[in-house]
Nanobody, 122 residues
Framework: VQLQACGGGSVQAGDYLTLSCVAS??????LAWFRQALGKEREFVAA????????YYTDTVKGRFTLSRDIAKNTMSLQMNNLKPEDTAVYYC??????????????????WGQGTEVTVSS
């Protein structure tokens, strides 16, 4: 599976961005976004259980970030509202077949996109 992510940019705090991820084929159970800030470990942001459409978010983005998808196009989008400086990171799209208990772990994903950078200034 090849993943192509796009949509990053530089914005002010309170602004919004929409990230998109396109998968080359439907060979995954989950599609997720992770992010990695400078000097920090990669962390889970949000994920789709693709077949059922269930969504999962890390607590720090609940209420601000929203996942959507186009099943026919194997595309997932992340609408990020009310962005904060602490959201600054490189955002990665990931695909895998992990069980639910490993949905939020990087080890649960076999395929990674190239990353798209999000910078939020205060």
């Amino acid at each position: 599976v090849q993943l192509q992510a796009c949509g990053g940019g530089s914005v002010q705090a309170g602004d919004y961005l929409t990230l998109s991820c396109v998968a080359s084929e439907r060979a995954f159970r989950n599609l997720a976004w992770f992010r990695q800030a400078l000097g920090k470990e990669r962390e889970f942001v949000a994920a789709f259980r693709w077949s059922g459409g269930s969504t999962y978010y890390t607590d720090t983005v609940k209420g601000r970030f929203t996942l959507s998808r186009d099943i026919a196009k194997n595309t997932m989008s992340l609408q990020m509202n009310n962005l904060k400086p602490e959201d600054t990171a490189v955002y990665y799209c990931a695909a895998g077949r992990a069980i639910l208990s490993e949905l939020r772990a990087t080890r649960g994903y076999d395929y990674w996109g190239q990353g798209t950078e999000v910078t939020v200034s205060s």
